[in-house]
């Protein structure tokens, strides 16, 4: 990533427009355009009050020439058809911006890392093979994944919770070098969390290098896998009423429309019988808002602040390790700084 484009990511991740940003340095826009583009380099003091406009320290986007690989755009996102492009272009500025805050940290911490998520090539393993074999790698218990957070934290994957500001996007997913990056929607119910999640490691395992067809259909397939794996699920998944739905949902932690999807898919209903559950989901208001989501153990990515913690307990203090961080000391959306308890409230 250059320099230009250093600080038109840091610009989007912002929410800022080049008039708008140039504007609050008291630059012509024209100027900044140029600095996006390589045409002009920033002078020490520009590149400075560019930085801390956007929160972030000048150093970040002088070295944003270190990370391996050219700005990743088309990063795998999982959103509705009708999410509007500026609000998903933001999010892809800002999980590009996240790269370049964990290329620093990790040369600042070091992580120790005590599973990985490996590579399988999609052209020969089915996505719900990969979702065993990884069940296995990671010697996970039968059964319902408890704590899908904690098992992709101990495999090195930084997960990063926000307020995406729409409903239509649920989370995004790259790979920056060998350090896995996932941002994920604060707002939907944690069911729904999860099966993101689950899907976006999907991506992380089998679209890292070539990418088939249909990558949406092959992440949800084995995100499926992944948290209901069939040889276990399938039995549960006979003779089903909307009783037995809402003790699946409790028991497996996932949605009551992905266990009905499920139970299609592993032929234990019929496509008329998969109708009516829809039909009556549609009646009591479901479709949108379902019960027991509220029940669920939640999600709760612990690594962003863990790494913070790491550097204070270094003897740093939070202006110091905010800096190293990438981020201005005055800067509260730092998600390596932000204590527990607000990020207990995701
Ligand atoms: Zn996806």
Redesign the pocket.
């Known amino acids: 990533m250059s320099l230009g484009e250093a600080i038109a990511t840091a610009r989007r991740a912002r929410g800022y427009t080049q008039a708008a940003l140039a504007e609050q340095l008291g630059i012509t826009q024209a100027a900044l355009s140029r600095y996006e583009h390589n045409l002009r380099e920033p002078t020490k003091s520009a590149l400075g009050d560019i930085a801390y406009a956007l929160g972030l320290t000048p150093d970040l986007l002088d070295h944003a020439d270190r990370m391996q690989g050219a700005l990743a755009v088309g990063a795998?996102?999982?959103r509705r058809a009708t999410a509007k492009a500026t609000a998903w272009r933001r999010l892809e500025a800002q999980l590009n911006l996240y790269r370049l805050h964990a290329l620093r940290l990790f040369d600042a911490v070091e992580l120790r890392i005590e599973l990985a998520v490996p590579w399988f090539d999609p052209f020969e393993y089915e996505p719900d093979t990969a979702a065993r074999l990884l069940r296995m790698q990671w010697r996970m218990p039968i059964g319902p994944v408890r704590d899908l957070t904690g098992w992709m934290e101990a495999a090195g994957c930084l997960i990063i919770v926000a307020d995406f500001g729409t409903n239509r996007v649920d989370g995004l997913s790259q790979w920056s070098g060998n350090q896995p990056l996932i941002m994920l929607n604060s707002t939907p119910p944690t069911d729904r969390r999860r099966l993101t999640l689950a899907?976006?490691l999907g991506?992380l395992c089998l679209h890292s290098q070539g990418v088939p067809d249909d990558?949406?259909a092959d992440?949800?397939a084995f995100a499926a896998e992944f948290l209901m794996p069939a040889d276990t699920i399938r039995p549960q998944l006979r003779n089903l009423t909307t009783g037995k739905l809402h003790d699946l949902k409790r028991h497996w932690g996932v949605s009551m429309q992905a266990l009905i999807e499920r139970a299609f898919r592993l032929k234990t209903i019929s496509a008329t019988q998969r109708t009516s559950f829809y039909k009556k989901f549609s009646r009591l208001g479901w479709r949108t808002h379902e019960p027991v989501s509220d029940e669920l153990a939640p999600e709760q990515p612990r690594l962003a602040a863990a790494i913070g913690q790491a550097l204070i307990q270094k003897g740093l203090t939070e202006s110091e390790a905010a800096i190293i961080c990438g981020f201005s000391p005055d800067n509260p959306d730092n998600p390596f700084l932000n204590d527990m308890t607000r990020l207990r409230l995701v």
Do not use: K, L, T
């Open positions: 795998h996102m999982r899907h976006e991506h990558v949406e992440a949800s």
